[in-house]
């Protein structure tokens, strides 16, 4: 199953290509939001990041590559 999440470009490619991506957030969290609508994914980039300054990216995650747990859970 692929999922979706949406990160800073900045974020994202601070991050060195030899090294696993885990957002910023996920220290504070214990976990990283993701979807697996485009609908969904949509709704928050223009509702929750539309002030957001710069340039946002989509990771697709494929869950089976993933090696932490993945609940899916209701928006």
Known sequence: MIILHLVARTEFEAIPAD???VAAHYATDGFIHCTAEW???RH????????????FVV???DTERITAEV???PP
Do not use: I, K, S, T
């Not at 928050?44 to 340039?55: H, I, K, S, T």
């Open 71 to 73: 609940r899916l859970e």
């Open 19 to 21: 090294r696993p991506f």
């Open 39 to 41: 609908a969904v994914l």
């Open 44 to 55: 928050v980039a223009n509702n929750v990041y539309r002030e957001a300054p710069g340039d």
């Open 59 to 61: 990771l697709e995650l």
